[in-house]
């Protein structure tokens, strides 16, 4: 049986930089606080801006969840991404953060052994409101849904990867018992599988005093990052609502209403000029116009109609 080819096999790219750091909390703990407090200390972490800033990444990473998450091969999970296939998506990377790698925590763990990992954390309830006011809305509000599920936009092709990515962390529960338990999973997947003297559980307000730490690097002459993630997402997503609202309105309503009016026309044409012949009939006598003049009139304006 011939090896179904995959897309990361036509793509090129290795590790230059050794991986040193995983950042492996779900998106809402505080993971945008790290990435800037990671750049501070001159790392180059790997976030899911890198993924959207990249096309050929978001359908790789579509990829890697389905062939090593979703529907791994029955034959040994020969398609399954590994430690070259991270690679070639995370070479120039030493350190990644939020998603799409939380979700690959157990790959990521295997394929570089050698790197700290930090769980950033936050109690549930907290972080489902969180997700629940942000990143879910992506599959809770009914337009962004349609919008993913016939291809519309832009947006749909991000919105496919991240479908895809909660798929394999909760089956798509956005929210209630069935998500909870997925994220106490998640979390509890990363203490199991990482030495503690390799494991930092971490929230923004322990600050640089434990990050600096266990990172061995010395606390810089500035102040922890705090950034509310929350707010700034929401605000996106509700300016992309709009923007697909405008698309729909120009792709779908539009043409809508000039195929309408167009039927209308042809199939009452005859109505329309009746009653166009009588209104202007009116007017002509209403301005003194003889009846030979008046019929010259209209019939030069249908002419040009």
């Known amino acids: 049986m011939a090896t179904q080819r995959r897309e990361i096999d036509t793509t090129e790219g290795s590790r230059t930089t050794p991986m040193r750091v995983l950042v492996l909390g779900m998106p809402r703990t505080g993971t945008t606080s790290l990435t800037l407090a990671l750049r501070k200390l001159g790392y180059n972490p790997y976030t899911m801006r890198n993924m959207l800033s990249t096309p050929r990444h978001i359908a790789l990473w579509q990829e890697a969840t389905e062939l090593t998450l979703l529907h791994p091969s029955p034959h040994g999970n020969s398609l399954a991404y590994t430690k070259p296939d991270f690679d070639k998506l995370l070479g120039a990377n030493d350190s990644v953060t939020d998603l799409p790698t939380a979700v690959f925590a157990k790959?990521?763990?295997?394929?570089?052994?050698?790197?700290?990992?930090i769980l950033s954390t936050r109690e549930y309830e907290a972080w489902e409101k969180e997700m629940q006011n942000s990143m879910w809305?992506?599959?809770?509000?009914?337009?962004?849904?349609?919008?993913?599920?016939?291809?519309?936009t832009q947006?749909?092709?991000?919105?496919?990867?991240?479908?895809?990515?909660?798929?394999?962390?909760?089956?798509?529960?956005?929210?209630?018992?069935?998500?909870?338990a997925a994220f106490e999973k998640h979390n509890q997947t990363i203490r199991d599988?990482?030495?503690?003297?390799?494991?930092?559980?971490?929230?923004?307000?322990?600050?640089?005093?434990?990050l600096c730490p266990f990172l061995d690097v010395e606390v810089p002459d500035a102040r922890f990052p705090r950034v509310d993630e929350g707010k700034q997402l929401r605000e996106g997503l509700e300016r992309q609502w709009w923007l697909m609202v405008r698309y729909l309105v120009l792709m779908i309503?539009?043409?809508?209403l000039v195929v309408l009016v167009a039927?209308?026309?042809?199939?009452?044409?005859?109505?329309?000029?009746?009653?166009?012949?009588?209104v202007l009939a009116r007017l002509a006598a209403f301005m003194g116009m003889s009846d030979s003049e008046w019929g010259r009139s209209v019939d030069q304006g249908k002419s040009e109609l």
């Open 107 to 117: 790959e990521l763990i295997e394929a570089y052994p050698d790197a700290k990992v």
């Open 155 to 180: 947006m749909a092709p991000v919105m496919n990867v991240l479908h895809k990515l909660f798929e394999a962390h909760n089956g798509n529960a956005y929210g209630g018992p069935r998500a909870k």
């Open 137 to 152: 809305i992506f599959f809770t509000w009914e337009l962004f849904n349609m919008a993913r599920s016939i291809g519309i």
């Open 193 to 210: 599988l990482v030495p503690a003297s390799q494991l930092l559980e971490f929230t923004p307000e322990q600050g640089w005093q434990e």
């Open 253 to 256: 309503v539009a043409p809508g």
């Open 263 to 278: 039927w209308v026309y042809w199939t009452y044409q005859d109505y329309f000029w009746g009653f166009l012949d009588e």
